[in-house]
């Protein structure tokens, strides 16, 4: 088992800045990477970016590259998503999710554990 929580969604206007964390607990030694995700209502839930557990290789969806940075220390169990630049298309629930194997990381599908989502407002 793994526990994720997640902290530091908010409001914010266009142009500024959030950073998101997501602290991993449990059965952490088998992780192999985190990933973002976020979702709208009545929409899917899409990938954001990823990052290996070791923290050596991200992955961006294209609309955030640029403007989101995935973070992860080595031997720390915490990740984060500094997202710069907010556009009000990018207001979310944001949800942080673990994985056990590498195949595709934007395939929302193949992570194991969730966190609980983190609301993210960007304002116009």
């Known amino acids: 088992q793994v526990q994720l929580v997640e902290s530091g969604g908010g409001l914010v206007q266009t142009g500024g800045s959030l950073r998101l964390s997501c602290a991993a607990s449990?059965?952490?030694?088998?992780?192999?990477?985190m990933g973002w995700f976020r979702q709208t209502p009545g929409k899917e839930r899409t990938f954001v970016a990823a990052?290996?557990?070791?923290?050596?290789?991200?992955w961006y969806e294209e609309s955030v590259k640029g403007r989101f940075t995935i973070s992860k220390e080595n031997g720390k169990n915490a990740a984060f998503l500094q997202m710069n630049s907010l556009k009000p298309e990018d207001t979310a629930v944001y949800y942080c999710?673990?994985?056990?194997?590498?195949?595709?990381?934007?395939?929302?599908?193949?992570?194991?554990?969730w966190g609980q989502g983190a609301q993210v407002t960007v304002s116009s």
């Open positions: 999710a673990v994985r056990f194997s590498l195949g595709r990381v934007t395939n929302a599908a193949e992570y194991n554990y």
């Open positions: 449990g059965l952490t030694y088998s992780l192999i990477a």
């Open positions: 990052v290996t557990w070791s923290g050596d290789r991200q």
